[in-house]
T-cell receptor, first 111, second 114 residues
Framework: NAGVTQTPKFRILKIGQSMTLQCTQDMNHNYMYWYRQDPGMGLKLIYY???????DKGEVPNGYNVSRSTTEDFPLRLELAAPSQTSVYFCASGLSVNTIYFGEGSWLTVV | QQQVKQSPQSLIVQKGGISIINCAYENTAFDYFPWYQQFPGKGPALLIA?????SEKKEGRFTISFNKSAKQFSLHIMDSQPGDSATYFC?????????????FGKGTKLSVIP
């Protein structure tokens, strides 16, 4: 099993551009999450999903959108990129909130 | 947003020593307390977890101590090794109450020096 796969690994965006971070998992997990990690700030939840067709906002959803059309995929859309969105983004999945598995991260720089 | 406060922010320990990282929480509805370990360039990975009905859980060199009355829990790494150098996050959830979110501490960067 590949686990949680994120693409791209690295990306540089210009201010105002848009992009989608892809996340797919092959563990048939219902729960999926997007976190961002900034130095010294821990992990902040952006959006989460408890199953296909169901998404909800986390702590820092502004400037992002998600969709969950299948169990496997949970893409994160950045609209009108801003320097404040420079961060490392982690996708995670789990059978429950108690045990979640993280991907290896996507490093995004907005210039 | 319910907080989990973690300290210290960074920690340097000699090889063979004991590393101790502390966390405190506010919400008494939290019922699950995991610790995640993150190596540079990688995603966090579940290390060990505890429920509030026990005061201690040990897995190899890693031990969680839990103090329900003080609303605190800590990670102890015995015989710390250079390979333990990583960032450690405590977290809390209230899955039993229908919550779907993990609340993370801000992390502790551990460096184990030879």
């Amino acid at each position: 099993n590949a686990g949680v796969t994120q693409t791209p690994k690295f990306r540089i965006l210009k201010i105002g551009q848009s992009m989608t971070l892809q996340c797919t998992q092959d563990m048939n997990h219902n729960y999926m999450y997007w976190y961002r990690q900034d130095p010294g700030m821990g992990l902040k939840l952006i959006y989460y999903s408890v199953g296909a067709g169901i998404t909800d906002k986390g702590e820092v959803p502004n400037g992002y959108n998600v969709s969950r059309s299948t169990t496997e995929d949970f893409p994160l859309r950045l609209e009108l990129a801003a320097p404040s969105q420079t961060s490392v983004y982690f996708c995670a999945s789990g059978l429950s909130v108690n045990t979640i598995y993280f991907g290896e991260g996507s490093w995004l720089t907005v210039v | 947003q319910q907080q989990v406060k973690q300290s210290p922010q960074s920690l340097i320990v000699q090889k063979g020593g004991i590393s101790i990282i502390n966390c405190a929480y506010e919400n008494t509805a939290f019922d699950y307390f995991p610790w995640y370990q993150q190596f540079p360039g990688k995603g966090p990975a579940l290390l060990i977890a505890i429920r509030p009905d026990v005061s201690e859980k040990k897995e190899g060199r890693f031990t969680i101590s839990f103090n329900k009355s003080a609303k605190q829990f800590s990670l102890h790494i015995m015989d710390s090794q250079p390979g333990d150098s990583a960032t450690y996050f405590c977290a809390a959830s209230m899955g039993g109450a229908g919550s779907y979110q993990l609340t993370f501490g801000k992390g502790t960067k551990l460096s184990v020096i030879p």
